[in-house]
């Protein structure tokens, strides 16, 4: 038997109401506290009790078996030329103090080649030449991998800082640390996964030199400026991970 529906069944009370809501809010922050793997990507990781593993930052599985345990990547803005360290160039020795055989495309013009005041040799079984800079390091030179074939089309500041750190000298792309951390993750919920290191305020192009790009805004790396010690000084220079859409990156 059927009753004809009365349409006080159709609402809700603001008790009843409250009631309800009350208890579907809790099921979300339940499931966010057990780490609901609902809707998980391919992939993911296996993780830890309490890691959400829908969060953009949880932990997934690389594509090939893990070697290294940790990365640690310093860019040394302004500091020593290769041309110094482990790349001889006898062109330069040659040409010392004579204008160079070619036109560059430079801010300014270019003056007469400058070869470097430091001794080269080789050193371990692969023979890989270091400068007189480096005696220490040149006694582990087989442990270590230099890349000699790196270059840039432009010559200047901004654009190799940019092509170091995001692989293009002109677009907008993602930077190397904004990669890693979409394609792995995080083990830590809490803490952002990229966070850039820059003692003494920001380099030439500031905050592109760790964009997300056309990736979540997530991926971006939060600035620190490592000059500071105090704990507050140091939060206070953190990026939010929203973009204010004025070119830089607000402070929290």
Same mark, same amino acid.
């Given at each position: 038997?059927?009753?004809?529906? !009365? ?15 009350? /208890?579907?809010? #809790?099921? %979300? ?7 609901? *793997?609902?809707?998980?990507?391919? #992939?993911?990781?296996? =993780? ?15 594509? $090939? ?8 990547? /310093? ?7 290769? *041309?110094?360290? $482990? ?20 801010? !300014?013009?270019? #003056? ?5 005041? $430091? ?6 079984? =692969? ?18 991998? /230099? @890349? !000699? ?13 940019? %092509?170091?750190?995001? #692989? ?5 792309? +993602? =930077? ?15 803490? +952002?996964?990229? @966070? ?6 920001? +380099? @030439? ?45 607000? !402070?929290?």
């Amino acid at each position: 038997m059927h009753h004809a529906p !009365r349409p006080e069944d159709y609402f809700l009370t603001r008790r009843e109401f409250l009631h309800r809501c009350g /208890i579907g809010m #809790g099921a %979300l922050g339940f499931a966010a506290l057990t780490g609901s *793997v609902v809707g998980a990507a391919p #992939g993911t990781a296996p =993780s830890a009790a309490g890691v959400n593993l829908n969060h953009p930052l949880a932990p997934r599985l690389p594509h $090939f078996p893990v070697k290294a345990k940790r990365v640690i990547h /310093i860019f040394a803005n302004g500091g020593p030329s290769q *041309v110094d360290t $482990f790349d001889p160039k006898p062109e330069l020795t040659k040409w010392h103090g004579k204008p160079l055989p070619l036109d560059l495309k430079t801010e !300014r013009k270019t #003056g007469a080649a400058f070869g470097s005041p $430091f001794k080269f040799q080789p050193y371990g079984e =692969s023979g890989i030449e270091v400068s007189e800079l480096f005696p220490q390091v040149a006694e582990s030179i087989d442990e270590l991998a /230099i @890349i !000699r074939s790196m270059h840039a089309d432009v010559p200047n500041h901004e654009p190799s800082l940019m %092509l170091m750190n995001c #692989g293009d000298a002109r677009l907008p792309r +993602p =930077s190397l640390g904004s990669w890693v951390t979409y394609g792995l993750g995080s083990e830590n919920q809490n803490l +952002p996964g990229f @966070i850039a290191m820059c003692p003494g305020g920001y +380099p @030439i192009q500031e905050s592109q030199n760790w964009q997300s790009a056309f990736l979540p805004g997530i991926y971006q790396g939060n600035y620190i400026d490592t000059k500071h010690t105090d704990l507050e000084k140091l939060l206070g220079q953190q990026n939010s991970w929203a973009h204010s859409g004025s070119g830089k990156w607000p !402070r929290l």
